[in-house]
């Protein structure tokens, strides 16, 4: 059985072209024009685009005293609606817990998952039996290890243990991602707010400023370039972290950058909102930042400074959040998003002119599925490809509201917002997932997508290392000794 989108605009990260698609066992068989299949899907007026990958998700997660209300069900069903195809959630042991179980702990929860989905692995305490078992879980496919430089006492690794976990990500050919904000500034400035009666949600933002993120970003950056292996940094959110990942590219670094839909779009104010629930809602770390940092990051995606827009979808209730009344380090820290990125990111990056439509599906699809090595099987349209597919019509619009989402908690904080440009229909490797807009995502369809280490990037790397590695001078004239 064969389906084909007809009279569709392809738009890839390099390319704008009028095609057809035909589709057949998951996968793009051809592109061409004029051509026929059993089921035809009008793409008359829309842009035929890679499915969205959102390399930044937490489903299902045990964090803070409690778990992040959507599982890989809701989950991915709210990635589908919006246009994204695959999710990469991480895998996060308990300190002291071993990888393996933690592997087992999330194909467990990832059963009823409706698109395909990858691992990172999260390194939350160091010790030979982590170092042992990096290994195994990159021969399981999870060649990318997330380090939270904050989240003191619970998640957070120090620099030691940091730059061993990269040393070890370098022999492995991984991927190190950080969290970079400075846990011990942040621990201390949290308690100096309290101790003053500044317990609110406002006080989270204040807790956080740009300079803990700031110098964090650039201390990975270093311990990185120490350790010879490229960096992921997760979340960037202010320009003094923006800055230090653009000196280190403009150096010939391997630096990338990754900005969220949440940050490139609300700010600061909305932490000094009246109502405590809705600023609460909005708790996440980093937190929101003032309209220059917002420019700075729009600025960097224009320029390629940094690379990927994605949402650390970590959705609580309001009534979770609310374990953070009189003490805003109780709130559970995170937000949604997944079903909203593509709409909202086309509203205001495509439609205002900050964004071409290439760039679009660069930064939502493409460059991700490079720098995490599934390209092309992901992030690109192109025969052989797996068909997660968008067909985009530009003209549609919608208001979002919590009462219409996919997500189960009971608000958004994109709220009230118009958008304009959402997917007319959604495939996941070639099944229909939305239908004329409407979602009929099926649970269980979603696959593990197995990832190999050793990309470009990381042999450069380790070749350049070795050319500069610390050599003895063999010399002829030496001097006795005691003389
Ligand atoms: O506030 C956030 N970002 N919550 C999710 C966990 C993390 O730090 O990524
Ligand atoms: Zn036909
Ligand atoms: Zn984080
Ligand atoms: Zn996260």
Redesign the pocket.
Known sequence: MTKVIRNGTIVTADRTYKADVLVKDGKIVAIGNDIHGDHEYDATGCYVMPGGIDPHT?LEMP?MGTYSADDFESGTRAALSGGTTMVVDFCLPSPGQSLLEAIQMWDNKSGRACCDYSFHMAITWWGEQVFNEMPEVVKRGIPTFKHFMAYKGALMVDDDEMFSSFQRCAELGALPLV?AENGDVVAQLSQKLLAEGNNGPEGHAYSRPPEVEGEATNRAIMIADMAGVPLYVV?TSCEQSHEAIRRARQKGMRVFGEPLIQHLVLDETEYFNKDWDHSARRV??PPFRNKQHQDSLWAGLSAGSLQVVAT?H?AFTSEQKRFGVGDFTKIP??TGGLEDRLPVLWTFGVNTGRLTPNEFVAVTSTNIAKILNMYPKKGAILEGADADIIVWDPEKTKTISAKAQQSVIDYNVFEGIEVKGLPRYVFTRGEVAVNDGKVEARPGHGEFVAREPHMAVNKALSTWKEVVAPRKIERTGIPATGV
């Open positions: 937490h964090f969290h979340h996440m770390s650390d970590c820290n995170g």
